[in-house]
T-cell receptor
Framework: DAGITQSPRHKVTETGTPVTLRCHQTENHRYMYWYRQDPGHGLRLIHYSYGVKDTDKGEVSDGYSVSRSKTEDFLLTLESATSSQTSVYFC????????????FGEGSWLTVV | TQLLEQSPQFLSIQEGENLTVYCNSSSVFSSLQWYRQEPGEGPVLLVTVVTGGEVKKLKRLTFQFGDARKDSSLHITAAQPGDTGLYLCAGEGGGTSYGKLTFGQGTILTVHP
């Protein structure tokens, strides 16, 4: 257990509504990531953070925003959820950004109807 | 954009058989990682290879990183039902891409008793 808690674990929401997923870590790791996992695509990076208030885009960032006001929390927001954002979302953490073990949370299942 | 092609996508074998999963790219990676994921959980790191030509063994699992650091393979000897799961390869880029993983599509392995 890498000390990563994702919430909510399951959510069903309607198209057009805002949704926020929370990732909380107790490991004091500097780097935090949000990935989405879809069949046939593996995991794709949405956004990542390399420190408090320091974030950058991943390969599938459109429609998502993130915030990190504290080391332990990394929030992913879908400003206006669409059906294409139905997915499993994984938070991950690592101590450094290079060649370091990356630990994943247990995932958040989001369904947009 | 770095891409990783993982094959095969599905593998169904009998207990005791050997198997190999491949991960190929036209891009060079600073390291390559292999993960295993169980249903309802996040991926768990099995191994990281960082040197071209490197071979690592983990019990019945053998991981190899290509000489040019563009490809990797996972070989399982005498597969067991407990090996069933989703196997993912992930490449880490260099420079500003440190810590950002590019995942293959995954291989769903089923080992029948």
């Amino acid at each position: 257990d890498a000390g990563i808690t994702q919430s909510p674990r399951h959510k069903v929401t309607e198209t057009g509504t805002p949704v926020t997923l929370r990732c909380h870590q107790t490991e004091n790791h500097r780097y935090m990531y949000w990935y989405r996992q879809d069949p046939g695509h593996g995991l794709r990076l949405i956004h990542y953070s390399y420190g408090v208030k320091d974030t950058d885009k991943g390969e599938v960032s459109d429609g998502y925003s993130v915030s990190r006001s504290k080391t332990e929390d990394f929030l992913l927001t879908l400003e206006s959820a669409t059906s294409s954002q139905t997915s499993v979302y994984f938070c991950a953490i690592s101590w450094t950004g290079r060649g370091n073990t990356i630990y994943f949370g247990e995932g958040s299942w989001l369904t947009v109807v | 954009t770095q891409l990783l092609e993982q094959s095969p996508q599905f593998l169904s074998i009998q207990e005791g058989e050997n198997l190999t999963v491949y991960c190929n790219s036209s891009s060079v990676f600073s390291s390559l990682q292999w993960y295993r994921q169980e249903p309802g959980e996040g991926p768990v790191l099995l191994v990281t290879v960082v040197t071209g030509g490197e071979v690592k063994k983990l019990k019945r699992l053998t991981f190899q990183f290509g000489d040019a650091r563009k490809d990797s393979s996972l070989h399982i000897t005498a597969a067991q039902p407990g090996d069933t799961g989703l196997y993912l390869c992930a490449g880490e880029g260099g420079g500003t891409s440190y810590g950002k993983l590019t995942f293959g599509q995954g291989t769903i392995l089923t080992v029948h008793p």
